[in-house]
């Protein structure tokens, strides 16, 4: 595991190379200011997306707060129609699972579709280090893949590459002319992954969504990638969290079109697949096993916090990335999360440690734009407070003490706070002599900023001294 | 102790303190979170966007969704039309060879027809499938609030033939035109009752991705093309 002060240094070092990457932010912004006006689109042609978004946050309540009872239905109901189910306490166990599973099928080629907790669990390192071929079918996957990174966005994972850059490891990777063309890239994919549907011998992929009463999963794209990947091979594999749960397959009624709004601004996302076992009795095709992991790895730490328990709400919609002001600027790689955005900063600190993911709760102004745009209601802004409190609770930092003691100090006494506000005024003729030098006390402000200047007279003095200010003009009977 | 128990127990010991409902802050609650708790069957028909009762404005709006999402959607007056659409669907775009399952609808949309068929009843090669220019099917709803085409392994042809061929040629009968998913959901159980098909998927437009650049492009891996006929 990274010590912590590697992971928190390492998103400074990115952060302060990437918010300073003008072409990087022209990419960015001009993708989700597109996303921006399609999703407004669509929420407005919602009758109450307020009640909408109330409707979700209390299904998954009832879900996460009475998983246990969900999860055991939905397991028995996939059993009894001749699916598998694994659970999977940690991550380790789900890439051994897959390894057996493959090596007992004797398998070479596996292809995947997206899933994010394959990416949590390093499932594909693991599968390629064994000797099998595993190749992702999700042309964002694919291409970020081929390029040897992690995915910059949970719902776009190359969202960040230009069609020149895919046209250039195109060129290099696969062979191909270059072209500046998206369509004439994406026919490239598609006529390389088809052959892999076609002959592949096991297909991964991740859940949306489970539901209880039916032993489904729903698996939402907009490529039919995960389709040809539940379709075609002998073995599918689904990996999904615990959390994933919804009572009622009508649930779905308003989850999928939610998750579609606010994750990309559909209506509707392109294909949303109810997966009930593998191939039934007068079935023409379909896998002959199904088998579903269900992966804790963590999930159960978080469901214990009452107060962010609401996290597991999340549908990974990305909707808080998209509007996130610091994921624009910083970007999907500096986080170092396989979650990234508000919900990774909230919940990394659970899944993969506080103290050394803390970092990631203070990397935001606290604006709340989260919190709007999340369609199930999750917290989220306050959620980076609670890891801010909790951290601090836990491994509280000397410094930061003695500075809230004195800061509390001087608020509770008027007299020592005006007399910061006079000494602040004359000492600030000073700063220009150290400014944004080592010796500057506001150096981690002043370096890109301007310092705010303060006034000679305070408000409450000008208040006390103009008596008509302000008071609202007499009525006139 | 096996992994499930294990995981079940940690959840039973997590739930253990009750965490505060949506909406509900420090104990006071918002209006609004008490009304969507006092229903006790939430009705979502009522916060999703707004469709039509009768067929006319139903099909009104699916055409226009269908059209957004660059699907191709035709009303026919007469279903004798059909077998006709469809050879000019095949002369005009040179079909070779044409996928799909024996029913009534893709059997009467067939009439007449001089193509060779493979049908997926009996079982089908993969490969002979991917080779196919179109893949004909039915389906089990049409949803006029999203546009999409609801289908399952039982009623069109299995899993595999509405996404590998290139074109997706769907015939509905205008009485499958239902307003929103969740009457998809109700009309699914009535028929099912506990036996569902294994695979289920509301199809909306052609096969797309933005991935580069948020770009759309259609035929990312499934269909390029997706062609509904709606009969009386």
């Known amino acids: 595991m990274t010590p912590p002060v590697i992971a928190s240094k390492d998103f400074a070092v990115r952060s302060r190379r990437v918010s300073a990457d003008l072409t990087h932010r022209q990419v960015i912004n001009r993708a989700l200011g597109a996303y921006e006006l399609k999703r407004d689109e669509k929420i407005a042609n919602f ?21 246990d009872r969900y999860l055991e239905e939905f397991a028995s109901k996939l059993e009894a129609r001749g699916g598998k189910v694994f659970w999977a306490s940690h991550g380790g166990q789900v890439c051994d699972y897959v390894a057996d599973l493959a090596k007992q099928k004797g398998a070479k080629r596996i292809v995947k579709s997206k899933a994010m907790t394959s990416e949590e669990v390093h499932l594909n390192v693991a599968l390629r280090k064994e000797g099998y071929e595993v190749v992702e079918s999700d042309l964002g996957e694919y291409i970020v893949e081929l390029a040897g990174g992690g995915p910059y966005h949970f719902v776009f994972p190359a969202m960040h590459l230009t069609r020149g850059e895919i046209s250039v490891l195109f060129e290099k990777e ?103 076992g593998p191939r039934q009795p007068g079935e023409v095709d379909g896998p002959e096993e199904f088998h579903v992991i269900l992966l804790d790895n963590h999930r159960t730490q978080l469901l214990a916090d009452p107060e962010q328990r609401d996290a597991l709400h999340c549908i990974r919609c990305g909707a808080c990335l998209n509007v996130c002001p610091v994921y624009r600027s910083v970007g999907g790689h500096s986080y170092g999360t396989t979650y990234q955005g508000p919900i990774g900063s909230v919940i990394t ?40 409190r909790n951290a601090a609770k836990a491994q509280p930092v000397w410094w930061e003490k003695i500075a809230y003691d004195v800061f509390a100090f001087v608020m509770d006494h008027p007299a020592l706070y005006r ?30 900023r301007d310092a705010p200047a303060i006034a000679r007279e305070s408000f409450k003095d000008f208040w006390q001294a103009h008596p008509e200010a302000g008071r609202p003009a007499p009525r006139v009977s | ?48 966007p707004i469709v039509g009762k009768t067929f006319a404005e139903r099909s009104a709006l699916f055409a226009r969704n269908a059209a957004e999402l660059k699907a191709e959607f035709f009303v026919l007056a007469d279903e004798r039309e059909l077998p006709g659409r469809l050879a000019q669907l095949a002369a005009g775009n040179g079909w070779k060879r044409i996928a799909t399952h024996r029913g009534s609808l893709t059997g009467l949309a067939l009439q007449g027809s001089t193509l060779p068929v493979g049908y997926t009843d009996e079982g089908y090669q993969v ?72 695979f289920l998927s509301f199809i909306s437009g052609p096969s797309r991705t933005g ?7 259609l035929g990312a891996h499934g269909p390029k093309r997706l062609t509904i006929f709606c009969l009386p």
């Open chain 1, 349 to 388: 600190a659970h899944l993969r440690g506080l103290q050394e993911w803390k970092h990631l709760s203070n990397a935001s102004s606290l604006c709340g734009a989260c919190t709007s745009a999340c369609p199930v209601k999750i917290d989220l802004h306050h959620h980076l407070l609670h890891n801010r």
């Open chain 2, 127 to 198: 490969a002979d499938m991917e080779a196919s220019d179109a893949g004909l099917t039915e389906c089990e709803a049409l949803v006029a609030q999203t546009g999409s085409v609801l289908v399952s392994s039982l009623s069109s042809g299995g899993r595999a033939l509405s996404v590998l061929p290139p074109h997706h040629v769907v015939v509905a009968r205008a009485s499958q035109m239902l307003a929103d998913l969740s009457e998809a959901f109700a009309l699914l159980k009535v028929k099912y009752g506990e036996n569902y098909p294994s």
């Open chain 1, 174 to 276: 696969l062979g191909t002319a270059p072209t500046n063309d998206p369509e004439e890239l994406t026919m490239i994919a598609r006529r390389v992954l088809r052959q892999v549907y076609c002959t592949a011998d096991i297909g991964i992929s991740g859940a949306n969504f489970a539901i209880a009463e039916t032993g489904m999963i729903s698996i939402t794209e907009n490529e039919g990638n995960a389709r040809l990947t539940t379709a075609l091979p002998k073995v599918h594999i689904a990996i999904m969290g615990i959390e994933k749960v919804l009572p009622k397959l009508s649930d779905l009624a308003i989850f999928l079109p939610m998750l579609a709004t606010a994750g990309a601004g559909q209506a509707l996302t392109g294909y949303n697949s109810m997966i009930g």
């Open chain 2, 211 to 217: 991935d580069i650049e948020r770009i759309l492009v």
């Open chain 1, 419 to 448: 007399l910061g506000g006079k000494l602040g005024y004359w000492a600030q003729k000073l700063h220009p002599l150290v400014l944004r030098t080592p010796l500057d006390p506001a150096r981690s402000w002043t370096a890109t």
């Open chain 2, 1 to 48: 102790m096996s992994d499930r128990e294990k995981i079940l127990g940690r959840i039973r010991d997590a739930l253990r303190v009750p965490a505060p409902r949506p909406g509900v802050h420090g104990g006071a609650s918002l209006d609004q979170a008490e009304d969507a708790s006092r229903r006790a069957v939430p009705d979502y028909s009522d916060w999703l």
């Open chain 1, 47 to 67: 009758q109450d997306w307020g009640a909408a978004r109330q409707a979700a946050a209390e299904v998954k309540w009832e879900a996460v707060n009475h998983l």
